[in-house]
């Protein structure tokens, strides 16, 4: 067998993971939770969930990732302590493959949406206003194409590897989506009306708390860390064995919540800076607009009062919400690729692009239904079946494999790990408390 590949390097990884992991679940999907959730309460309840329960989850992926050197499927079988534990070690491993596939086959669509965006700025500049109305009016003809066009480039991307592909893009793409983030906050917060929006996103409104709201930021962790679907798996099955995984893991957990803390600062100033230009922000329920109308209607109108500006200003947005897209929806599609390169005879190349046209044949099915089937998918992947999953790979670490096994792939790269904190808490904590709280949280919220 051909050596596997790796990330050459910590930072390849980090950049890798955190790219994988910020997405338009941090962007988008954080800061308008947290404003229709009550505000500071939900981010509140939501870093507690990110490091009490979706660390130790990650942990457990990439744990197992870099023990197997293997995908998700394959990685889970090898685990596997008998025949039943086999069994179940394909199954969860193949449902993995499967939700990760329609994760970004909706993910995709959506993302084309920002490139339509993003080529509308570019066509207003360039003068060219019959193209530009085009691109921002929703219909069939223009979601196909740019869905097929995002998953171009992010076949393009995986069809290089993890060195040349992955890493290298992410390390390219990460540090510009912090500037533009950046930037783009200083410019939204000398505007009127955005301390209104701090108002909202910092100041806990505790009427707002509903008993989803856990449900919802356990949902949103898991969707926000990539859990479940075996992408941190198969990133952290490419990690060489110098490095020490909680270090990497409290890292890439880290990175994550504060971008999805700072996003929160742009986001919900640049709402309410909008409602100061004269934009509708709140739905016929006396609800702030949360979900695609709040990107592609009220951004869009505050971007268009702005004048001059108001083109760069939603040029920058745009790179930003597509270059967070890409660097998640890579991670998405390296899980079905490492399972097919690794399962069957085919190239990289090769099974990049027989799934990756798979995938395309699963979007345009979701495009024709729109009505029946976007949000059907969305919420079958990550309302249910992503913390299902987490909760049966919390199973694998703690009850199928052994407490030794688990000590020796913890010191490789943390020779001392035994004597840490870690170690104390984590494989209790994974086996017992992890599983019972995500099963507690999901029962409750699907019930209640
Ligand atoms: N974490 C990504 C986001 O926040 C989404 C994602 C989910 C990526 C599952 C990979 C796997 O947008």
């Known amino acids: 067998m051909a050596s596997r590949e790796q990330f050459s390097s910590k930072t390849g990884f980090i950049m890798a993971a955190a790219g994988s992991a910020i997405g338009l679940g941090n962007i988008w999907g ?11 309460a939900f981010v509140l309840v939501y870093f507690i969930l990110a490091f009490c329960l979706a660390y130790p989850a990650l942990m457990a992926e990439l744990i197992i990732g870099r023990h197997a050197r293997a995908n998700v499927f394959t990685a889970l079988r090898g685990i596997a302590t008998g025949p ?3 069994f179940l070690g394909g199954f969860v491993g193949g449902y993995g493959v499967l939700v990760a596939s329609l994760i970004l086959s909706f ?10 965006y993003l080529g509308e700025a570019i066509a207003r500049l360039l003068g060219m206003d019959q193209l530009a109305g085009w691109l921002i009016s929703f219909g069939f003809e223009r979601n196909m194409l740019l869905m097929g066009l995002f998953m171009m480039l992010t076949m393009a991307i995986i069809a290089k590897g993890i060195e ?11 540090p510009m989506l912090l500037i533009i983030l950046i930037a783009l906050i200083g410019y939204v917060l000398t505007q009127s009306g955005a301390q209104e929006g701090l108002r909202v996103y910092l100041l806990p409104d505790l009427s707002q708390v509903r008993p989803v709201l856990i449900l919802d930021a356990m949902g949103q962790a898991f969707f926000s860390l990539s859990l479940g679907v075996g992408t941190m798996l198969v990133y952290g099955s490419y ?23 700072i996003a929160g600062l742009l986001i919900i100033p640049a709402i309410y800076v909008a409602k100061e230009h004269g934009a509708t922000i709140f739905n016929d329920s006396g609800e702030l607009i949360a979900g695609p109308d709040l990107i592609f209607q009220v951004l869009p109108a505050l971007f268009n009062s702005m004048g001059e500006v108001g083109v760069l200003v939603a040029l920058a947005f745009f790179v930003l919400m597509s270059i967070a897209s890409l ?8 899980v079905p690729v490492s399972f097919a390169t690794e399962e069957t005879k085919a190239s990289r190349k090769q099974a990049t692009l027989i799934i990756g046209l798979l995938i395309f044949c699963v979007s345009s099915l979701i495009l024709s239904y729109f009505e029946q089937l976007f949000s059907l998918v969305i919420d079958l992947t990550t309302v249910y079946s992503q913390p299902l999953l987490g909760l049966l790979l919390c199973v694998f670490v703690g009850w199928i494999w052994h407490r030794d096994n688990l000590l020796q792939e913890l010191s490789k ?16 904590y994974v086996k017992i408390f992890c599983p019972i709280l995500i099963l507690a949280t999901f029962v409750q919220g699907v019930i209640g």
């Open 30 to 40: 954080f800061p308008t939770q947290t404003a229709s959730n009550g505000g500071a």
């Open 84 to 86: 039943f534990t086999r």
């Open 107 to 116: 993910y995709a669509i959506v993302a084309g949406w920002m490139l339509a």
């Open 164 to 174: 040349g592909g992955i890493e290298k893009w992410s390390t390219r793409l990460m």
């Open 239 to 261: 990690l060489d064995e110098k490095e020490s995984l909680p270090k990497l893991g409290a890292a890439v957990t880290l990175v994550d919540a504060g971008i999805a803390f």
């Open 327 to 334: 660097t998640s929806s890579i991670s998405m599609l390296e």
């Open 413 to 428: 790269g943390h020779p001392t790990i035994s004597e840490t904190w870690f170690w104390k808490i984590w494989p209790s």
